[in-house]
């Protein structure tokens, strides 16, 4: 069973950076999609970034430019590197990872997710 555990939320003020880790443990899958969502309250849970593990990333058009992915296959860790972070940036940020490579960012294709991680940014 493949556990996540996120860290590296905290409170910024606009403009300001941040990086989020994701750590996999247990049986790690051989070909996986990993991604990081966020959801804010009243709205739903939307995917901000994703990474195959061959390293195919795609990002959504809110955070293109500000936000990378990346990860670290020897460490099995997940970042996400958020830079000129805005107010409507603050949610709580989630890592999910499902067996197999996908494109798309739909919170229903992935079947592991992590407890979540605050990210609050000020005016």
């Known amino acids: 069973q493949v556990q996540l555990v996120e860290s590296g939320g905290g409170s910024v003020q606009a403009g300001g950076s941040l990086t989020l880790s994701c750590a996999a443990s247990?049986?790690?899958?051989?070909?996986?999609?990993m991604a990081w969502f966020r959801e804010a309250p009243g709205n739903e849970r939307e995917g901000v970034a994703m990474i195959t593990g061959v390293g195919s990333a795609y990002y959504a058009e809110s955070v293109r430019g500000r936000f990378t992915i990346s990860q670290d296959k020897a460490k099995s860790t997940l970042s996400l590197r958020m830079t000129n972070l805005k107010p409507e940036d603050t949610a709580m940020y989630y890592c999910a990872m499902r067996r197999g490579y996908v494109t798309g960012m739909y919170p229903s294709l992935y079947t592991i997710w992590g407890q979540g991680t605050q990210v609050t940014v000020s005016s």
């Open positions: 247990g049986n790690t899958y051989s070909t996986y999609t």
